[in-house]
């Protein structure tokens, strides 16, 4: 494809595109160093591999490429190869400054003007780039069925897509090298447990905290919940896919409330204000100038709370499962019948093998689990905290409203709830994307509140997740 193509031809054609990953962060700490970097490569390594797989460079992007190719199989081949040795050539290089692309493929129609392509063909290409993971290649349905049988690779199914600007959901299929660079032979990879380093911070009010740090990249600070500890949560099918996604490409922080885990299990105070203080007290500790906030049920109050005091500090909001009122703020008498179930049921059964209690907790919680997931979820209430602690925190967390400042919270947001949360409702999320002035409401399917890793939401989740995140990286 080395020649000129004719112009105003439509014709049916592979299309890659390319994109630096955190491309304006790179450069701001060493914008003539990341530029030679880029340009090596690009002569060492991109370019070679895209003649080889007689692919044509449209045109560049500044950090990115527009390629077009006429065998789907070519298109692939070349997209792995190129991520496979980029995992090679940035092994030694620290993860911060580390260069990674995000590779998008897609077979469509496109038309032909000046030398340039245009179409769906393209835009579906770069909407597959935007939600790829750093380091991988997205492809298309069409793309995985021409090649699915040609290609001794696997590609893990992400199900159909919201994507910007196109009207209908595309169904995508993502690639992952093998090793990346943070998880090479003889090196750890980022989400083990053994890596994380527990330490110890103080709360102005002299409370112990306990917070830990596991990953590489940047950072990505998690808001705490009532059901937390740092250690066990490792082993529990309840936190342990989510930790390990997050902390694959950042640098996850994340701590033990007042209360609960390895913090101080005996304190004075149970309130939001500590709990946002203590929050305060960790980003502190560790030294964090800017970085995203992760908001989970209880933890998304937090977080707005601590984003709406410090908006110099936070770059983005992830708000999953969340409420912007307690229940004894939502107006409705059930509420605070509900409440009261509640501190019942904590007092008498928290941590119970009795099934009535379990089923109590698991209704609300998870309904969909399996009865394994349900063993662990009544150990995590054990592990946790105890039940007048439990009970103390459910009451505090019960008179949170934050609705008269999330209109003036103005980071972007990502919030997304499940449809059937039984726990939290649908309205509560709803209502917190509606007053943040820059939010994004995500609706998901399912019946959990704590969502687990093989429910079908679990996917949409992490490709919504990773894709804000990589635009705040950018």
């Not at 009865?371 to 150990?379: G, L, T």
């Amino acid at each position: 494809m080395s020649s000129t193509p004719n112009e105003n031809e439509r014709r049916l054609a592979a299309v890659l595109v390319t994109d630096m990953v955190g491309f304006s962060r790179l450069t701001e700490i060493d914008e003539q160093g990341t530029l030679d970097r880029m340009r090596d490569q690009r002569v060492d390594l991109i370019d070679p591999l895209i003649k080889q797989h007689h692919g044509r460079i449209v045109k560049t992007t500044g950090d990115g490429l527009l390629t077009e190719f006429v065998s789907v199989v070519d298109a692939v081949e070349c997209a792995i190869a190129i991520q496979e040795s980029m995992v090679v050539r940035e092994a030694a290089t620290s993860a911060d400054s580390r260069i990674q692309y995000r590779i998008g493929v897609n077979l469509g129609d496109v038309v032909v003007e000046e030398g340039d392509i245009f179409g769906d063909g393209v835009n579906i290409a770069a909407r597959l780039e935007g939600i790829c993971r750093p380091g991988g290649v997205c492809v298309s349905d069409v793309v995985y069925q021409s090649v699915e049988h040609r290609l001794h690779t696997k590609f893990r199914d992400l199900g159909p897509q919201s994507v910007k600007n196109i009207s209908r959901a595309i169904h995508a299929w993502q690639w992952e090298p093998t090793h990346s660079p943070d998880v090479l032979p003889d090196a750890p990879q980022a989400w083990d447990p053994d890596t994380q380093e527990i330490k110890f911070a103080t709360s102005a009010d002299g409370v112990t905290i306990a917070y830990a740090s596991v990953g590489s990249g940047p950072p990505l600070v998690k808001a705490p919940n009532w059901m937390n500890h740092l250690q066990y949560d490792w082993k529990s099918p309840v936190w342990r896919h989510l930790m390990q996604e997050l902390s694959r490409s950042r640098t996850l922080v994340r701590f033990d409330q007042r209360g609960t885990g390895l913090s101080d299990r005996e304190v004075d105070e149970i309130s939001h204000e500590a709990f946002v203080h203590d929050l305060e007290t960790v980003i502190d500790a560790v030294g964090l100038e800017r970085f995203p906030l992760l908001g989970i049920s209880q933890g998304c109050a937090i977080s707005v709370r601590y984003a709406y005091q410090n908006p110099d500090k936070v770059s983005g909001l992830i708000l999953y499962g969340g409420y912007a009122q307690g229940e004894s703020n939502r107006g409705a008498t059930e509420s605070d019948d509900l409440l009261e179930a509640k501190l019942a049921i904590i007092r008498h059964g928290w941590g119970s093998d009795d099934p009535a209690f379990r089923q109590f907790f698991t209704n609300g919680f998870m309904p969909e689990a399996t009865p394994d997931q349900m063993k662990w979820f009544n150990d995590l209430q054990r592990m946790s905290t105890e039940p007048e602690m439990a009970m103390r925190i459910q009451r505090a967390n019960s008179q949170v409203d934050v609705t008269d400042i999330l209109p003036n919270v103005d980071v972007p947001a990502l919030v997304l709830h499940v449809r059937e949360d039984g726990q939290v409702p649908f309205e509560q999320g709803r209502l917190m994307a509606s007053l943040l002035p820059n939010a994004r409401f995500v609706p998901l399917e399912g019946r959990n509140h704590l969502m687990l890793e093989d429910e079908p939401a679990w996917t949409r989740f992490v490709a919504e997740v990773q894709g804000f995140l990589r635009e705040l990286d950018d």
